[in-house]
């Protein structure tokens, strides 16, 4: 949306989410994922505190300092320092080892785990305190005959499909394969057709809905 608006305006901003969902690491997922916080993260906190030019121990605290203040630059909560804790020790346990077992087991099975991971990762990030993200994991895991089940809408139930295969379908069909179907001018006709009817149904929900912060104004 972002760079839609930008490019009405007449300027280009740079890709800032290059399919993440399609990782089979958790350092390939940051290589897609906030493209422009993690590069200013390296730019102007990881090189400056020596980055991996360094001892083996120091690279692996500089990777942790760094994603420390990524959870920090979220939010004053320790929700979030526990999400930049959690994936700097996802990251280092990449570097000696991980990333070389991983390659060990299938690129369906490495992608999957990543999935877990990284969904793990977000409910400790979108709960409002650490105790929820401990109440909503024992739910999960341990409680689930105790807890209350929560009616999902339809709506949504088809929008987080919708939202599902779109995160995911570059990880199906490659993406030159993807390229060369999308290239037919019907094809892209259609597909454009397509988000037509979405975009409105967009519009009439932020009309119709009360009012709702932008979730990046927390942080």
């Known amino acids: 949306m972002a760079i839609g608006l930008a490019l009405m305006f007449g300027f280009g901003l740079r890709e ?37 030019r360094v001892s083996n121990a120091r690279t692996y605290f500089n990777l942790w300092a760094c994603f420390m203040a990524s959870g920090l630059w979220h939010g004053a909560n320790w929700t979030f320092v526990i999400w930049g804790a959690y994936h700097g020790a996802w990251l280092f346990l990449d570097r000696p080892f991980l990333l070389q077992l991983l390659e060990l087991i299938p690129s369906a099975l490495r992608w ?28 999960m895991y341990v409680r689930q005959d105790r807890v209350q089940s929560i009616y999902v809408p339809p709506h949504i139930l088809l929008i987080a499909t919708i939202a599902l295969t779109g995160s995911c379908l570059p990880r199906i069909i490659p993406m030159n394969s993807m390229a060369r179907w999308m290239s037919s001018q019907w094809v892209e006709l259609a597909a454009r057709s397509l988000l037509v009817l979405p975009f409105f149904v967009a519009l009439v929900s932020s009309i119709s809905l009360p009012f709702r912060p932008f979730l990046y104004f927390r942080f």
């Open 16 to 52: 800032n989410f290059n399919f993440p969902y399609c990782s089979e690491s958790v350092t390939e997922f940051w290589r897609r994922w906030h493209i422009s916080l993690t590069t200013w993260v390296r730019d102007y906190l990881y090189i400056p505190l020596g980055g991996n």
């Open 112 to 139: 999957i785990l990543t999935l877990v991971i990284v969904i793990h990762g977000w409910i400790i990030f979108r709960c409002t305190s650490v105790t929820q993200s401990f109440e909503f994991l024992d739910a």
